[in-house]
T-cell receptor, first 111, second 116 residues
């Protein structure tokens, strides 16, 4: 059974800190992995997509890495800002019809 | 970037009535769209896969006669919650991977359904 776990469930940091969000998955035969951001009561905004053949992707202050063999992905946020406060979700895709979401990490960046 | 819209953004209905939610891809075509449900403080759970020109496929435990899905065109999928009950109150989100894309999903803004 495919399971996706995100740690920590919640994180509160002062502005300017670098931080790491973790995502682990039980089945390493993934197609791709995608990180999303969700603001309260809103839909999902795609942040980064990593194909199974890739090891990392970068966009601005965000960097996501993928280690299939250990079943892990990390999202690194540099120089955090209050506007980064949101829930971050990772989603693992195994085939065209199957996406599995983690329960999310709720991030609060304090000014 | 690719944009997915949903309508309505929120709806309140009485128990026993039906509600239709639309999901549109505005600037790309999608042969497949996905419908998710999200309860408060929980993650997204896939309900069904909407396939253009054919029947939808439902996840285990999701009643296909209660959640009717129609994928009318390459840019539109609808989810109809029939005979809604208070326990159907939730946040419904659709997503779509663009045809010919890299497998990335784009999500709609969601529809908040409240059944009284």
């Amino acid at each position: 059974k495919q399971e996706v776990t995100q740690i920590p469930a919640a994180l509160s940091v002062p502005e300017g800190e670098n931080l790491v969000l973790n995502c682990s998955f039980t089945d390493s035969a993934i197609y791709n992995l995608q990180w999303f951001r969700q603001d309260p009561g809103k839909g999902l905004t795609s942040l980064l997509l990593i194909q199974s053949s890739q090891r990392e992707q970068t966009s601005g202050r965000l960097n996501a890495s993928l280690d299939k063999s250990s079943g892990r992905s990390t999202l690194y946020i540099a120089a955090s800002q209050p506007g980064d406060s949101a829930t971050y979700l990772c989603a693992v895709r195994y085939n065209f019809n199957k996406f599995y979401f983690g329960s999310g990490t709720k991030l609060n960046v304090k000014p | 970037g690719a944009v997915v819209s949903q309508h309505p953004s929120w709806v309140i209905c009485k128990s026993g009535t039906s509600v239709k939610i639309e999901c549109r891809s505005l600037d790309f075509q999608a042969t497949t769209m996905f419908w998710y449900r999200q309860f408060p403080k929980q993650s997204l759970m896939l309900m069904a896969t909407s396939n253009e020109g054919s029947k939808a496929t439902y996840e285990q435990g999701v009643e296909k006669d209660k959640f009717l899905i129609n994928h009318a065109s390459l840019t539109l999928s609808t989810l109809t919650v029939t005979s809604a009950h208070p326990e159907d109150s939730s946040f419904y989100i659709c997503s779509a991977p663009p045809m010919g894309g890299a497998g990335e999903q784009y999500f709609g803004p969601g529809t908040r359904l409240t059944v009284t």
